[in-house]
């Protein structure tokens, strides 16, 4: 069965085969796949043909290219090994990847974000794009993602970071609507990291030359106010037109 490989590779990565030794990790391989800088790498798990859940890792990077790994077959000491790859975008940078937090798993999808402040949910199986629209647009572009799980809430919420300064939430699912995004100055400069505690109520982000680490309280409440006020339809999507409703601009003479 495809859990038990699964199974027997977590043996081999952390055991070295031997069940009675401690537990540990060990270099597995290393492979150049992008042609220059990696931004981002995320693990996913999906379901293969027979309905077994099997794990899923992949890369992207200022080449513009997503690649898929199989972690199946990357054994210890040996180089990793490319499923395939294929391009994201043509003009823009990606920043940041992560799976897509989806109810359905028959269809595993990843969520990319990059500096032209756009977000893209992409079938990496079939190589084809399932959505695209506009994510936070204040504080650069995002760096981090992870996902938000709140108890109590069926809906879910990604905490994202930009290079410096700015940390944020998003509500799920994605549509572009500026009133599902927050954003706050967290830091002085760089945000190196950041992480949420498992009751989802607390946030803890690490600065780089602040050399601080900062605990948030995290309340989801006026994202929701936000959305309840903001209207339905394309009601908040009015104020992005450049020249609002009527989409006119107006100058001084």
């Known amino acids: 069965m495809r859990h038990q490989q699964g199974n027997q590779f977590i043996q081999k990565g952390l055991y070295y085969g031997d069940p009675t030794k401690p537990v540990e990790w060990f270099f597995s391989g290393k492979i150049i796949s992008h042609e220059i800088e ?31 790994y199989d972690v199946y077959a990357s054994q210890a000491h040996d180089r ?36 032209e402040y756009k977000m893209k949910v992409w079938n990496p199986s079939a190589q084809s794009s399932r959505k695209t629209c ?9 760096n981090k993602m992870k996902v938000l799980n ?30 599902k995004t927050m954003g706050l100055i967290a830091h002085p400069n ?20 602040d050399l601080s680490v900062k605990m948030w309280a995290i309340d989801v409440n006026p994202i929701e106010q936000a959305i309840q006020f903001g209207g339905d339809g394309i009601e908040p999507f009015i104020n992005l037109i450049e020249g609002g409703r009527d989409g006119q601009i107006f100058q001084d003479m």
């Open 190 to 209: 760089e945000i190196a990291d950041f992480c949420a505690s498992n009751d989802g109520r607390y946030l803890f982000t690490c600065g780089g030359d």
């Open 134 to 142: 506009l994510g936070p647009t204040y504080g650069g572009e995002i």
């Open 38 to 68: 990696v931004t981002d790498i995320a693990f996913g798990e999906g379901l293969d043909e027979q309905g077994n859940t099997r794990h899923r890792l992949f890369s992207i990077g200022k080449d513009r290219r997503l690649f898929e």
């Open 150 to 179: 709140v108890p109590g809430q069926d809906e879910k919420y990604l905490i994202y970071s930009t290079h410096k300064k700015v940390i944020g939430l998003i509500k799920m699912p994605l549509d572009g609507n500026p009133n």
């Open 80 to 115: 990793i090994h490319v499923l395939g790859w294929f391009s994201i975008e043509q003009e823009a940078l990606p920043s940041a990847c992560i799976w897509y937090p989806k109810k359905d798993p028959k269809e595993g999808l990843i969520l990319t974000a990059n500096d």
